[in-house]
């Protein structure tokens, strides 16, 4: 069975699980309880297909990891620090044998105050390859016979198949 991007995500998703103290959550929601820090959420963003032969792809997933740290003057720091770790897990590839390669695209890091409350974020953006086939469930084909009638010829075929 190929890979689906839902499973990619929730089996990144479950890698990540490893770290401790930190909540996993795996598709775009927001957690209703935000102020349990940190959290990490595991998005799918987009996805290009290129076809390789009739029945198979490779495919480009682009996935987002959001960390979400609170903190004080250190956060910059704290954040760094967990998102080497998240490097170090998904770098090492988890779905080894089923996808092709991880590679790290970008970092992306933002803060915000709020209520004498700091809170930041830290997007890291990966590239996941790795090939998708086409699965089609074959039908059964029942006998077919008929009668071919051109001036001059007369013919009578039956042809089973798939048998």
Do not use: H
Not at 14 to 34: C, H, K, N
Not at 93 to 113: F, G, H, V, Y
Not at 114 to 124: D, F, P, V, W
């Amino acid at each position: 069975m190929s890979l689906t991007r839902k499973v990619i995500r929730n089996r990144i998703a479950e890698a990540l699980r490893s770290l401790q103290g930190v909540e996993i959550y795996s598709g775009r929601f927001q957690p209703t309880d935000s102020t349990k820090l940190p959290f990490i959420r595991v998005c799918t963003l987009n996805e290009e297909a290129e076809l390789v032969y009739d029945d198979s792809f490779r495919r480009s997933l682009t996935l987002s990891v959001l960390i979400y740290q609170g903190g004080d003057e250190n956060l910059d720091d704290d954040l760094d620090d967990l998102s080497e770790k998240v490097e170090q897990i998904l770098l090492a590839n988890p779905l080894k044998n089923e996808i092709q390669q991880i590679n790290l695209k970008s970092m992306r890091l933002d803060a915000t105050s709020a209520a004498n409350r700091e809170l930041g974020c830290t997007e890291l953006t990966f590239e996941i390859l790795y090939d998708w086939y086409l699965t089609i469930v074959p039908t059964k084909l029942c006998a077919v016979s008929g009668q071919i009638d051109v001036p001059g010829l007369s013919m009578e075929f039956e042809e089973k198949l798939n048998e």
